[in-house]
């Protein structure tokens, strides 16, 4: 399995809401990431878990509050979200942190806040 | 902090023709350069790395790298693109100020015409 399987592909939540985003990874890598990518933008980051530790938070928003049950799941809770938070959340993961490894992406999950 | 730079927003190049997309980065340690390319509507995958050793690159879908430390460049390239080749394309490096960031240039949309 050399695939971040993301879900769900889509998600259109009120303001009010509280909804979850799921990452999942069978490669056996202990590193995961979420970014965050706006139309015509490359992808910015948000946090990193390294070794199922949150290692880096790049100031995000409390409404965003991400998880890592487990060496293979990566969560993302939103709540109270704003029309802005609207964007491509994608998950990656690379075999450990650090600087020579290329992320494996999963296709995202295209989130709209109305 | 290490940072890339990728000059075109656009290239525009007919079927079959050869293609050139641009990267430069700044960093005054080591060099760990990545290319990622952005299909529509999905995630971003890794095309090729450099970390050390032979500055030519080779990746998949006959895509490859030359690493220019003189020039500070490591620009994209393959000899004959196909229509599948429409896509966004990424450098992306390490953010040296974050062993575990990575910071993504601005993007080139990669446009071939039938």
């Known amino acids: 399995d050399t695939e971040v399987t993301q879900t769900p592909k889509h998600l259109v939540m009120g303001m009010t809401n509280k909804k979850s985003l799921k990452c999942e990874q069978h490669?056996?890598?202990?590193?995961m990431y979420w970014y965050k990518q706006k139309a015509k933008k490359p992808p910015e980051l948000m946090f990193v878990?390294?070794?199922?530790?949150?290692?880096i938070n790049e100031s995000v928003p409390s409404r965003f509050s991400p998880e890592c049950p487990n060496s293979s799941l990566l969560n993302l809770h939103l709540h109270a979200l704003q029309p802005e938070d609207s964007a491509l959340y994608l998950c990656?993961?690379?075999?450990?942190?650090?600087?020579?490894?290329?992320?494996?992406f999963g296709s995202g999950t295209r989130l709209t806040v109305v | 902090a290490q940072s890339v730079t990728q000059l075109d927003s656009q290239v525009p190049v007919f079927e079959e023709a050869p293609v050139e997309l641009r990267c430069n980065y700044s960093?005054?340690?080591?060099?760990?350069l990545f290319w990622y390319v952005q299909y529509p509507n999905q995630g971003l995958q890794l095309l090729l790395k450099?970390?050390?050793?032979?500055?030519l690159v080779k990746g998949i879908n006959g895509f490859e790298a030359e690493f220019n430390k003189s020039q500070t460049s490591f620009h994209l390239r393959k000899p004959s693109v196909h229509i599948s080749d429409t896509a966004e394309y990424f450098c992306?490096?390490?953010?040296?100020?974050?062993?575990?960031?990575?910071?993504f240039g601005t993007g080139t949309k990669l446009q071939v015409i039938p």
């Open positions: 990656a993961s690379s075999q450990a942190p650090g600087q020579g490894y290329g992320y494996t």
């Open positions: 490669m056996g890598h202990r590193a």
């Open positions: 878990y390294s070794y199922e530790k949150l290692s």
């Open positions: 960093s005054s340690v080591s060099v760990y």
């Open positions: 450099y970390l050390s050793g032979s500055t």
């Open positions: 992306a490096a390490p953010n040296s100020g974050g062993y575990q960031k990575v910071t």
